[in-house]
């Protein structure tokens, strides 16, 4: 992917050749028209050269095209979408593997055989194991956990229950926070003993022994910080929604969010979290802070908890979206039509969001941990949302909770003056600089990119947490009341 334009050399140079036929030019008209010669378009229509913004705009407007009908990442053709699919095969190191010499994909390749190769290699990829477990599954998977979310409107019932149950059982009452007598009073009826140890192993929350009734936590967690609650009941929220302890991959992700789900629903009980919403919906006066306050609760929980509500009790539909400084999606949910920019399974994780809503405008603004509001006009309308950017943590990161613009009566700050108009996925919104500043720059600016560990993630070979299962064992055993 180029830096300088965020265009696809193969896809862009198969658009600029589909573009420059209809136009009924040759190479070397085009060339005469663009002040190039026609061996290096060839090579830009091949893949093998990356043109500059200047010269994407100048072969636009020769071809007569919008500079977005150039940039756009699809293949103008079934032909070209597996010619392109080809060459990145052979660019893998499965192809490389197989020590096989390279295909062309010229014109005496016909497109039966060009699709029966092709064909060959999805085979081989989804035979492949490191494929099976890559990036692609968990991309599949989390897709269907999104399915799952838009079809409930983001409301569990049978999670719900479990909650309502657990509260019940801990003793717990009234719109008031979720306190250690309550959850240490959970655990004696789920007939468990919370231990604090001081060799819990890094990548573990904490620890089921089930044959000695204990749940072991770290002994820097005190029970009174919001973190350790969350952990907690999280654990108890597999416990009682009978979680299968070694899942597959699609039944692993969904039990995380479960688990994640009634964690907010114990610590923001549905009764006491409607008779709030509902009278500040009558005042037209909702606001994330307020559940936050009220419940001793993180920002993104009790917006998440709102976003699980609105629909099924407010009417309200919206979305949430967590994101990190440069826009990147960290976990979200969408039920209100906002254009989310989503992977081929529907998931949003990992997508880059548009630098002119609200979730990177707040990153941009003189008072960036402030409450940041604004109404945002996109092909899919206009939505009002509002972000607020996490203090300590790592890595920082934004919430924002979004609704249409006929929902935004109902919430706190609607009277904000903050608008901005996207275009996304159009190219030219945020992705492609203006002209004048790709002229000044572009081609002579190196970025030296942070890797980041959420993408590397996706690219192991093991989707699931690196968990040590000897190292539990062993903890189990050195705390064991019976001596192991």
């Given amino acids: 992917m180029s830096e300088s334009t965020g265009l696809d050399p193969l896809v862009f140079g198969r658009r600029l050749r589909f573009h420059r036929k209809a136009a009924g030019l040759t190479l070397e008209d085009l060339g005469e028209r663009v002040g190039k010669p026609a061996p290096y378009l060839s090579l830009v229509e091949n893949g093998k050269k990356e043109p500059r913004l200047s010269l994407v705009m100048q072969l636009a407007a020769a071809v007569g095209v919008e500079p977005g009908k150039l940039l756009d990442h699809t293949p103008p053709t079934r032909r070209d979408a597996l010619e392109v699919e080809l060459l990145r095969f052979q660019e893998t190191s499965l192809f490389e593997s197989l020590d096989l010499p390279a295909v062309k994909p010229g014109a005496r390749l016909d497109n039966t055989t060009l699709s029966y190769i092709v064909g060959l290699q999805r085979a081989l990829r989804e035979r492949s194991s490191l494929d099976q477990a890559g990036s692609e599954e968990v991309r599949r998977a989390n897709g269907a956990v999104h399915a799952l979310l838009a079809e409930t409107k983001g409301y569990l019932p049978h999670v719900e229950q479990a909650a ?145 509500l609105a629909h099924r009790h407010l009417g309200i539909a919206c979305h949430i979206v967590v994101s990190d400084e440069v826009g ?18 529907g998931g949003i994780e990992t997508q880059r969001l548009c630098r002119r809503w609200g979730s990177q405008v707040t990153f941009r603004s003189e008072d960036r941990f402030a409450t940041h509001r604004q109404y945002t006009d996109t092909p899919a309308g206009t939505f009002f949302c509002t972000t607020h950017i996490e203090e300590g943590r790592v890595p920082v990161h934004a919430v924002t909770l979004g609704v249409p613009f006929d929902q935004a009566q109902w919430f706190r700050g609607r009277e904000t003056t903050n608008r901005e108009t996207s275009t996304c996925p159009d190219p030219l919104c945020c992705r492609v600089p203006p002209p004048d500043l790709a002229g000044r720059h572009a081609g002579s600016v190196i970025v030296h990119a942070r890797s980041q560990q959420r993408i590397l993630g996706l690219m192991a070979p093991d989707p699931f947490p690196e968990m040590d299962l000897a190292e539990v064992y062993r903890v189990v055993d050195r705390h064991s009341p019976t001596g192991g």
């Fill in 164 to 308: 309502a149950e657990a509260l019940k059982a801990s003793g717990h009452e009234g719109p008031v926070p979720f306190s250690s007598r309550n959850l240490l009073d959970l655990a004696a009826h789920l007939g468990f003993e919370v231990v604090s140890i001081p060799d819990m192993p890094g990548f573990a929350r904490s620890v089921i022994d089930t044959k000695a009734g204990r749940v072991y936590i770290a002994q820097r967690n005190e029970l009174r910080t919001r973190q350790a609650r969350k952990a907690l009941i999280q654990t108890f929220g597999a416990f009682i929604l009978g979680h299968e302890p070694d899942p597959d991959l699609d039944t692993f992700l969904r039990q995380r969010m479960e688990a994640a789900y009634f964690a907010a629903a114990v610590l923001i009980p549905e009764e006491a979290a409607l008779e709030h919403l509902q009278q500040a919906r009558k005042d037209r006066d909702i606001d994330v802070e307020d559940l936050k306050e009220l419940f001793y609760v993180s920002y993104e929980m009790a917006a998440w908890r709102l976003a699980n």
């Fill in 328 to 345: 990147t999606v960290i976990k979200g949910m969408v039920n209100d039509g906002a254009p989310v920019p989503r992977d081929e399974h």
